[in-house]
C-alpha cells in the first residue's frame, strides 16, 4: 500500500509540474506577442515624429529663436528678422526719434545699396515705435537653412530737418527658411504731421497788413504754433507768435539796409547814404521813398556831406584813414586825401570840410584843394560827428555821451551839453531856431535809444522821439520840414508837423521769409523750413 501510494504521490507531483512548466511557457509566449504589439504600434508613431523633427530642423523654421538677430545703429531698433527663399525679408523697425521712412534697402555686404524700394505710403514712426516691414534682398545662396548676413538701410528725413538722410538701421544674420506670409503686423504709427501755409507768397503795399495762416492736419491734436522771421537766413523766434495766425504789417517789416551810418540830401531831394559794412551808397529819392540804386565803394565808407549846390560829395573812411571825393552820379573818385581816423564830416564849402580825428580827439579843418590841414582844434572826447551852423561847431563826444558847442570865432568850447546815451549824431533843424537833434543809440532805462531835442539857448531837451531802435544819425531837409532818422537797417522818416514818424524807405521788392513751427500733443515738431513763406513789399 505504501508503494502505491508512493507512486501514485510521485506521479500527481509529477503533473503538476508539467503543468506548471507548461503555464510559464504560455506565460512568455504571450509577453513576448505583447511585447512586438507595442512595438509595432508606437514604433510607427516614433519614427512618424523623428521625421518631422528632422524636416523642422531641415527647414530651418527654429532659426528664428536661435540663429537670428539684428544689430541696430545708433538711435534706431530692429528685431525678429525673417528671411525666405526668395529674398523677401521680414523686419521689425523703429526709431528713438520721430521719423517719416521714404524708402528701404538690403545688403549682402556693409555697404549702401545701389537701389531702395520706395514704400507705396511713407511711415511715419513716432519716437520708440515700432512696425514692421518687407524688403527685397539679393541671396548668394538661396538654399534653405543657409545663413545670411547682410545689412538694411533706411531713407528719411525727421521734423526738425525735413531734409532726406541714409543710414544703415542695422545688421542682421538670420537663417533662409521656406515661404512665409508677405502680410505685415499692423503698423504702428499715426497720419503724419502736416502744415502749410497760406498765402505762401504775396505782394504787398506800403502800410498793407497781410494775414497768414497755418492749416495743420495729422499727428495729435491740440497742436502748439511758434513763428520765425528767418529773412536774414538766421531764425528768429517772434515773441507772441503762437496762434495758428500771423499779422505782417509791410511797414514795420524789418528793411534790407545793413549798418547805415550817414546820409546827406541834395538838392533835388535824394539822398546819399552811406552802409560802412556792406561799402555801399544808397542813391534815394526821398520825395517818393523809392530807392534809385546802389554803387559799392571799396573804402569802408563811414560818414557822407555835401554842399548844397554841388555835384561832388566828400566820404570819410574812418578805417582806412582817407577822405575821398566823389561825383555824385556814378560816384568815381575825383581824389583822395589821407587824414587819421575821419569820422563825422561837415562841408563849410567846396573846398573846405571840418572831419572828426576820432584817435586823435580833435577837429580838423581841411582845404581839400590843397590839402592842407589848416586848423586843429582840442578838447574833444572821441569825436564822432559833427555839425556847423554860423559860428558854432556842435560835436558829438563818444567817449563822454556829450556834446561841445564850440565857437569858431573865439576858437573856445562856450558850452557842454550832458545828459545823453551814447549819442551817434547830431543835426540842426534850422538857423531860425535853438534846436539840435540828438541821436542817442541807447536810452536811459532801456536798450532802444531815441531822439533827444534839445534848446542850447535854455539848456534842456524839449521833447524825445521815439519808435527808432537805436538810431545812428539824423538829418534835415533843407527846409526842415523833415527829419531822416537812420538805424542799422532802417530810414525813418519823421514828420516836424504831424510830429510823429510817417513812413519808411526800403529797398524795392524787398522779400520776407517766416515760417511756422508746429507741434502736436506727442511733443512731435513740424519744422515748416519746407513751407517758407516768401513776401515782397513794394516801396511805394
Not at 548676413?149 to 537663417?175: A, H, P, Q
Not at 560816384?331 to 561837415?346: A, C, V, Y
Not at 563849410?348 to 570840410?353: A, F, H
Request: include cysteine.
Amino acid at each position: 500500500m505504501v508503494g502505491i501510494r508512493s507512486c501514485c504521490l510521485f506521479s500527481g507531483a509529477l503533473r503538476i509540474k508539467n503543468f506548471n512548466l507548461k503555464n510559464k511557457s504560455k506565460s512568455k509566449e504571450i509577453l513576448a506577442q505583447s511585447t512586438i504589439e507595442y512595438l509595432s504600434s508606437y514604433g510607427i508613431a516614433v519614427i512618424f515624429i523623428v521625421a518631422i523633427i528632422a524636416l523642422i530642423f531641415k527647414l530651418g523654421l527654429f532659426s528664428n529663436f536661435s540663429d537670428s538677430s539684428c544689430v541696430s545703429s545708433i538711435g534706431f531698433l530692429c528685431s525678429n528678422p525673417i528671411m525666405n527663399s526668395s529674398g523677401y525679408l521680414s523686419l521689425n523697425i523703429g526709431s528713438t526719434f520721430p521719423i517719416n521712412i521714404i524708402a528701404v534697402g538690403c545688403a549682402n555686404n556693409t555697404a549702401e545699396p545701389s537701389t531702395f524700394s520706395l514704400l507705396p505710403n511713407n511711415v511715419y514712426l513716432s519716437a520708440n515705435h515700432n512696425t514692421t516691414i518687407i524688403l527685397k534682398c539679393s541671396l548668394p545662396s538661396n538654399a534653405i537653412g543657409t545663413s545670411f548676413t547682410g545689412t538694411v538701410w533706411i531713407r528719411y528725413n525727421n521734423d526738425s530737418s525735413r531734409k532726406n538722410s541714409t543710414v544703415e538701421l542695422g545688421s542682421i544674420v538670420t537663417k533662409i527658411t521656406g515661404n512665409f506670409s508677405l502680410k505685415t503686423t499692423k503698423q504702428q504709427y499715426q497720419t503724419p504731421l502736416t502744415v502749410s501755409i497760406s498765402p505762401s507768397n504775396e505782394i504787398l503795399k506800403m502800410n498793407q497788413i497781410l494775414t497768414i495762416s497755418a492749416n495743420v492736419a495729422g499727428g495729435t491734436p491740440p497742436y502748439t504754433y511758434q513763428w520765425y522771421n528767418d529773412t536774414s537766413g538766421n531764425a528768429v523766434a517772434i515773441p507772441g507768435a503762437n496762434s495758428p495766425i500771423l499779422k505782417l504789417n509791410a511797414l514795420t517789416l524789418p528793411a534790407v539796409f545793413n549798418s547805415l551810418s550817414s546820409m546827406t540830401i541834395l538838392q533835388n531831394n535824394t539822398a546819399l547814404v552811406v552802409s560802412n559794412q556792406t561799402n555801399k551808397i544808397y542813391t534815394i529819392d526821398i520825395e517818393n521813398y523809392i530807392l534809385i540804386n546802389s554803387i559799392n565803394i571799396a573804402n569802408i565808407p563811414f560818414s557822407i556831406a555835401n554842399m548844397q549846390n554841388s555835384s561832388e560829395s566828400f566820404i570819410s573812411s574812418y578805417l582806412n584813414n582817407t577822405v575821398l571825393t566823389v561825383n555824385n552820379t556814378n560816384f568815381n573818385i575825383i581824389k583822395s586825401i589821407h587824414l587819421k581816423t575821419p569820422g563825422g564830416i561837415f562841408a563849410q564849402s567846396k573846398n573846405y570840410i571840418y572831419t572828426a580825428n576820432v584817435s586823435g580827439n580833435t577837429i580838423e579843418l581841411i582845404n581839400t584843394s590843397s590839402d592842407a590841414v589848416l586848423k586843429i582844434i582840442t578838447g574833444f572826447d572821441k569825436p564822432i560827428d559833427i555839425a556847423l551852423q554860423g559860428n558854432y561847431l556842435f560835436v558829438v563826444n563818444s567817449g563822454n555821451d556829450t556834446i561841445s558847442i564850440f565857437n569858431i570865432t573865439s576858437n573856445s568850447i562856450v558850452y557842454t551839453l550832458t545828459n545823453f546815451f551814447e549819442p551817434r549824431g547830431l543835426a540842426l533843424e534850422s538857423p531860425s531856431n535853438n534846436y539840435v537833434y540828438i541821436a542817442n543809440h541807447k536810452s536811459r532805462n532801456n536798450e532802444s535809444g531815441d531822439v533827444s531835442v534839445f534848446n542850447y539857448e535854455t539848456n534842456n531837451i524839449v521833447a524825445n522821439i521815439t519808435g527808432v531802435y537805436q538810431p545812428t544819425g539824423i538829418f534835415f531837409n533843407y527846409n526842415g520840414s523833415y527829419a531822416y532818422i537812420l538805424n542799422n537797417t532802417n530810414l525813418f522818416v519823421f514828420n516836424q508837423s504831424s510830429d510823429k514818424i510817417e513812413n519808411e524807405i526800403r529797398e524795392p521788392n524787398s522779400i520776407f521769409r517766416y515760417y511756422v513751427v508746429v507741434r502736436d500733443s506727442s511733443n512731435t515738431p513740424l519744422t515748416a523750413e519746407s513751407i517758407i513763406g516768401s513776401y515782397t513789399v513794394e516801396a511805394s
